[in-house]
C-alpha cells in the first residue's frame, strides 16, 4: 500500500469524524456489557452533530437536517446548520435540553476544560464558542489565528492548545491560552521544522508534537516515519525524540507512561519504490524516553475503525471494530451497533463507553438515535 501527504491516520481507522473522542475523565456504566439504546432524546434526526464528553454527560450540538448527500455526490454545503443542543448522562439516561449555539454548528471540534467546553466552528470568524457547563449559557472568545488555516486545538492541563495541522501552506505560530485570564500566548517554535500531518497530545505533564516532514515527494525515497518532540508548556523548552518507525501521528491516548496510537493496518511503500518492509500505522511511545514498541498482535483481517482503553476512559476516533485493552495488551470486537448501517453520525467516548448520535441510512433517511456500547 502506498502513503501519500494527505494520507491521515483516517487510512488505517476509517473516516474520522470532526467530532471530540477522547475521554477526560473516569465514567463508570451501568454494568450492562454490549449495545443499548437510550430514549427521549429531545434532538430530531440529524447528521453531524458535535459531541463532546464532560466527565458526567455527553453534550449533543447543532448538526445538519438536510437531505444527506449521496456518497460520492458533489452536493452544496448545508446553508442553515442547527443550533439546538442536548446533554445525556449514560450512566443514568437522562436527558436535558442546554442553550441554543449562538453559532449554527455542523461538526466542528472542541475541548472540554473543568466546566467549560471550548469549541472551534467547522466554518467560524477568529473566535472561540465558549459554553458554561453549569451555568449553560454561551459566550464568545477571541482568537489569534484563522480557524480556516486548519488548527485543532487538545487541552495541556487547565490550559488549552491550538496548534496548526499543516505547514504546507505556509509556518504560523501556535497558541496557548490561559482559560483564566482569557490570554493567548505564541507557544516557542518547535524544534522539528516544517511539517504536514502534525498532531499534539498532552501527557499529563508535557506537550508532546508528532509530525511529518514536510518534503516534495514524502514516501518516494523512504518511508515518511513519524518525528517526535515534546514541549515542558511552563519553561518553554522544547526535547526533541528518535524517530518513531510507524506512519500515523494521531490520535494518541495516555496509557500509564506511554501514549497508544491504536492505529491497525500499515504501509510498504507500494510497488513503484517499495521500503522492503511493511511499516505499522500505530504504535507505543515511553512518555519519558520516546521509546517505540508495535501494538500487540493485531486481530487478523481488515479493520474498519479501532479504538483504545486504558483504566476508565478511552479514545474512539471513529466507531471502532476494535478495541485495544492498553492493560491487557488484548484486542476487543465490538459488534456492529443494531439497525442501519449509518453515516455522518457523531462519536464519542463517554469513559470507557462508546457513544453514537444520529447520522444518515444508505437510503438516505436521517436519524435521531443514540445507542451506547459498554465494554
Not at 84 to 106: C, F, H, N, Q, Y
Not at 187 to 194: F, I, Q, R, S, V
Amino acid at each position: 500500500m502506498g502513503l501519500g501527504r494527505r494520507t491521515l491516520i483516517v487510512a488505517a481507522m476509517g473516516a474520522v469524524l470532526p467530532v471530540g473522542a477522547c475521554a477526560a475523565r473516569e465514567h463508570r456504566g451501568p454494568g450492562r456489557a454490549g449495545w443499548r439504546e437510550v430514549p427521549g432524546g429531545p434532538l430530531g434526526p440529524r447528521e453531524q452533530t458535535l459531541a463532546l464528553w464532560t466527565g458526567r454527560e455527553v453534550l449533543l450540538v447543532g448538526g445538519s437536517d438536510a437531505p444527506p448527500c449521496p456518497p460520492n455526490a458533489d452536493c452544496p454545503d448545508d446553508p442553515t446548520p442547527l443550533a439546538d443542543g442536548a446533554a445525556l448522562e449514560p450512566v443514568t439516561g437522562r436527558w436535558r435540553t442546554i442553550a441554543a449555539s449562538p453559532v449554527p454548528l455542523k461538526g466542528g471540534q472542541g475541548v472540554v476544560l473543568g466546566s467549560k467546553a471550548y469549541v472551534l466552528p467547522h466554518r467560524a470568524e477568529r473566535e472561540l464558542l465558549v459554553h458554561d457547563v453549569e451555568r449553560d449559557s454561551w459566550s464568545r472568545l477571541r482568537a489569534p489565528f484563522d480557524p480556516q488555516a486548519g488548527y485543532q486545538l487538545v487541552a495541556a492541563g487547565e490550559r488549552l492548545v491550538a496548534y496548526r495541522g499543516s505547514d504546507e501552506d505556509g509556518a504560523a505560530p501556535d497558541f496557548l491560552l490561559d482559560p483564566a485570564t482569557a490570554r493567548w500566548s505564541a507557544l516557542p517554535d518547535d524544534p522539528l521544522g516544517a511539517a504536514f500531518d502534525r498532531a499534539m497530545a498532552w501527557t499529563g505533564r508535557e506537550l508532546l508534537l508528532f509530525d511529518h516532514e514536510l518534503i516534495p515527494n514524502p514516501g518516494v525515497d523512504g518511508p515518511p516515519l513519524v518525528r517526535a518532540a515534546t514541549l515542558d508548556v511552563d519553561k518553554g523548552s522544547w526535547r526533541r525524540l528518535p524517530e518513531l518507525p510507524m506512519l500515523s501521528t494521531g490520535p494518541w491516548i495516555v496509557a500509564g507512561d506511554s501514549l497508544v496510537n491504536p492505529a491497525l493496518g500499515g504501509a510498504d511503500g507500494g510497488r513503484v519504490g517499495n521500503w522492503g518492509r511493511t511499516y505499522p500505522y500505530g504504535g507505543r511511545v515511553e512518555i519519558a524516553t520516546g521509546a517505540w514498541s508495535p501494538l500487540p498482535d493485531p486481530p487478523a483481517g481488515e479493520a474498519l475503525g479501532s479504538g483504545a482503553r486504558a483504566g476508565g476512559t478511552a479514545l474512539y476516533p471513529s466507531l471502532a471494530e476494535w478495541v485495544l485493552d492498553t492493560g491487557s495488551g488484548t484486542w476487543q470486537r465490538v459488534p456492529p451497533p443494531p439497525g442501519d448501517d449509518l453515516s455522518g453520525y457523531a462519536v464519542v467516548a463517554a469513559g470507557a463507553d462508546l457513544v453514537i448520535f444520529g447520522g444518515a441510512s444508505p437510503s438516505g433517511t436521517l436519524v435521531g438515535v443514540t445507542r451506547v456500547w459498554t465494554p
